[in-house]
C-alpha cells in the first residue's frame, strides 16, 4: 500500500512563499523518486520538480527553475517543494506522485493573489 499526503497550501500574496510537504507511507519509498506536479484550472496538468530519495538528484520545470526547491527527509519519508517569488501563475492544486506515476496525493490548492 502506498500513500501520499500533501499539505501546506493556502493563500498567498504575489511576492509570496510557501512550503508544501508530502509525506510518504508504505512503498512510496521504494520508488526511485517523488515528483511534485500542479494543475491550473482550464489547463493541463505541468510537471514542476522532481527528487530521487536516495541521492536527492533533482530536476525543475523551466517555468520554476530559480523559484521553487524541491528536498528530501529520507527519515521522515517527506518531500518538500519550498516555493518563492510566487506569482499568480502558479496558482493551482499541486500534488506528489511517487516517480512512476503509479500513486499520486489528494493535492493541495495554492493561491497566489495579485
Known amino acids: 500500500q502506498v500513500q501520499l499526503v500533501e499539505s501546506g497550501g493556502g493563500l498567498v500574496q504575489a511576492g509570496g512563499s510557501l512550503r508544501l510537504s508530502c509525506v510518504a507511507s508504505?512503498?512510496?519509498?521504494?520508488?526511485?523518486?517523488i515528483d511534485w506536479f500542479r494543475q491550473a484550472p482550464g489547463k493541463e496538468s505541468e510537471f514542476v520538480a522532481t527528487?530521487?530519495?536516495?541521492?536527492?538528484?533533482?530536476y525543475y520545470a523551466d517555468s520554476v527553475k530559480g523559484r521553487f526547491i524541491i528536498s528530501r527527509d529520507n527519515a521522515k519519508k517527506t518531500v518538500y517543494l519550498q516555493m518563492s517569488s510566487l506569482t499568480p501563475e502558479d496558482t493551482a492544486v499541486y500534488y506528489c506522485?511517487?516517480?512512476?506515476?503509479?500513486?499520486w496525493g489528494r493535492g493541495t490548492q495554492v493561491t497566489v493573489s495579485s
Open positions: 508504505g512503498r512510496a519509498t521504494s520508488s526511485y523518486a
Open positions: 527528487i530521487t530519495w536516495s541521492a536527492g538528484e533533482t
Open positions: 506522485a511517487t516517480g512512476s506515476h503509479d500513486y
